[in-house]
């Protein structure tokens, strides 16, 4: 044999070995984590949930016995919510979602309320017969043995376990202690408590000898800002009075950024970007919170910066319309929040359009576009705007070269595409992309409750606590976005119907009807979506038809519980028609906090 031959080959060989060797090591060496601790404990509470409503069909809804009950209930659900609402995100959000009536995409049915606040409402408003009551409980048993079904088959790990706690941290923030889940009954303060004992449980039943044997020290804070914050519920249990600024900036944001450390310090997480959060951001309220990415429709994601400044060129140039009278621009002026300050909108030969423009920052963070949410992407919505006679009045399939005149234009274009192009899609996509970079989260409220400044007032202080106590702002309002998009999975923008009047007396429903052009159901007339609240203080007039001047006259309207409130025969508003009760001191405190949302110098994160 020729050891020539031979030689190269043995060397090879023991290199292979060598390195196999080593990744071997490497291997053995990965610390391991045995969530079944976790998994028995997900898999015990879901199982105590059903018991606990099969029970609860045991007593009449006025019984002393039901109230019990459904608290146990609530406290079993909310120990297994992170995991089983991850699995299956729809079925969780009908569990524990709005107890209101839903239209089924597939039949086009109108489906009745039914999950655990349409019980609690049951239960703690009453009115309801015996009748319908059991009938909400066997629907609400048949989700909850679905998610159990689904806790049962599907085994955690790693990566389960670390978006669901994230998701979990999510809701205490902005669905638990804002009244979201439990509106009647306002168990969600103490239900706060559950959640936080539980993600103590569940870390230091796996991931905990990981994180003593690296930084013990993080291990010790991260237990001990736990305990502070429980601490904190508990000696602050009123839902009117807790003060939500002090418990998210003081005591849930030391264990967001303790979590994030966590994960990173166990080194068993593989990074992805498929999810609404930045897992890698410390705190819900950072510029960089949420990833953009997932906002954005797939064939205009990861954009060139040379795609974006073309982008933003096109944004302010008027040849892009049929008769050169308008830009994108002329309705989102950037000095007013990208907003206009009309009433409605004005067209192309200088009438008025139908709606009141809203704000361009931070609309990448939703999953529907126009007020009537008749788009369901940012593309599409510019694509409509190309389309209406009223505006640009140009055909998206046919490139313009009037805007040629201006040369800069076939650089830029080739730089961001390769080619000049022969349609607009290419117009559309730039301009989507420079529109997905406005985003807005570095405002006087942003650098508080991230602890950068300290500069919030009392008045600031009562405004936000109101905000997302007492005026039920933050149970469409969602927090920190502040818009209708739905924590903690954001694929879904609510609409609402409120009953918006069509003049500023408040004497007679305005006749638009909303979302009910797209399956002319009367659950839909005269639904909306629901902005974000952000810049309000800037992008006045307000309400989709601009009939409110001034943010009191909006505090007012919803003040006397929306249309409903006010007289208006409103079957389907999804506006509570109580009256709130707020004082004009609290009014004043609202609109102090609003206006610490304001922030028009957007960060272009490109």
């Not at 043995?10 to 610390?31: A, D, Q, Y």
């Not at 389960?160 to 998701?167: E, K, L, N, S, Y």
């Not at 055909?395 to 349609?423: C, E, R, W």
């Not at 405002?443 to 936000?464: C, P």
Request: a neutral charge; one cysteine or more.
């Amino acid at each position: 044999m020729n050891l020539k031959n031979i030689l190269p080959f043995s060397l090879v060989s023991l290199s292979f070995l060598i390195l196999s060797c080593k990744n071997e090591h490497k291997t053995k060496i990965k610390p391991l984590v045995n969530f079944d601790t976790v998994q028995n404990f997900y898999q015990h509470n879901i199982d105590e949930s059903i018991v606990y409503i099969d029970s609860l069909a045991m007593f009449p809804a006025e019984s002393d016995e039901a109230k019990v009950l459904f608290t146990k209930l609530r406290v079993a659900f909310k120990k297994v919510e992170p995991y089983a609402s991850y699995l299956n995100p729809k079925v969780g959000h009908r569990a524990n979602g709005p107890a209101l009536p839903i239209l089924t995409d597939d039949t086009q049915r109108v489906l009745n309320p039914i999950g655990l606040q349409k019980i609690e409402e049951s239960i703690y408003d009453g009115d309801v017969s015996n009748e319908i009551y059991k009938e909400e409980i066997r629907l609400t048993k048949g989700l909850l043995s679905v998610l159990q079904r689904n806790v049962t088959q599907r085994k955690i790990d790693a990566q389960r376990f670390f978006i669901a706690t994230h998701q979990q941290l999510f809701r205490i923030i902005s669905l638990g202690i804002s009244g979201f889940d439990t509106p009647v009954s306002h168990l969600g303060i103490g239900e706060s408590i559950t959640s936080l004992e539980s993600l103590q449980f569940v870390y230091e039943n796996s991931l905990k000898p990981i994180v003593i044997s690296k930084n013990d020290k993080l291990d010790t804070e991260f237990l001990k800002n736990i305990s502070k914050a429980i601490d904190y519920i508990n000696n602050n249990p009123d839902f009117d009075t807790f003060d939500r600024y002090t418990f998210i900036r003081d005591y849930m944001n030391p264990i967001t950024r303790n979590w994030v450390k966590i994960r990173k310090v166990s080194a068993i997480w593989e990074p992805i970007k498929t999810t609404p959060f930045n897992f890698d951001a410390p705190t819900f309220f950072e510029k960089n919170s949420f990833n953009t990415t997932f906002f954005t429709q797939p064939n205009n994601r990861n954009p060139s910066i040379k795609q974006i400044e073309l982008g933003k060129k096109l944004f302010f140039d008027k040849k892009l319309s049929a008769n050169s009278s308008m830009s994108c621009a002329t309705c989102h002026q950037p000095n007013k929040a990208y907003s206009d300050g009309l009433v409605t909108s004005n067209d192309n030969s200088g009438n008025k359009l139908q709606r009141n423009t809203p704000t361009l920052i931070n609309t990448v963070f939703q999953q529907n576009f126009f007020l009537d949410g008749r788009s369901q992407t940012l593309n599409d919505q510019i694509s409509s705007v190309f389309n209406n006679k009223q505006e640009f009045n140009t055909n998206v399939h046919q490139f313009s070269d009037k805007i040629l005149t201006d040369t800069t234009y076939t650089k830029m274009f080739t730089d961001a595409f390769g080619k000049v192009p022969k349609k607009n899609m290419e117009v559309i996509k730039a301009i989507s992309s420079y529109i997905s970079t406005l985003n807005g989260f570095n405002s006087k409220f942003d650098k508080n409750i991230r602890s950068e400044e300290n500069n919030y007032t009392q008045a600031e202080k009562n405004g936000l606590n109101l905000f997302m106590g007492k005026a039920l702002c933050a149970t469409c309002h969602f927090m920190p976005l502040t818009n209708g998009t739905v924590p903690p999975f954001f694929k879904e923008t609510e609409k609402e119907v409120i009953g918006v009047p069509n003049t500023a007396q408040n004497d007679e429903l305005d006749d638009d009807l909303g979302f009910y052009w797209r399956y002319e159901e009367k659950l839909h007339k005269g639904m909306f979506k629901t902005p974000t609240v952000r810049n309000s203080d800037l992008t006045g007039p307000y309400m989709h038809n601009g009939v409110y001047k001034t943010l009191e006259q909006v505090l007012e309207f919803y003040n006397l519980g929306g249309g409903a409130g006010m007289g208006f025969d409103l079957e389907h508003q999804t506006l509570p028609f109580d009256n709130l009760n707020l004082t004009e001191t609290e009014t004043s405190d609202i609109i102090a906090y609003l206006k610490t949302l304001n922030d028009i110098e957007v960060e272009y994160n490109y």
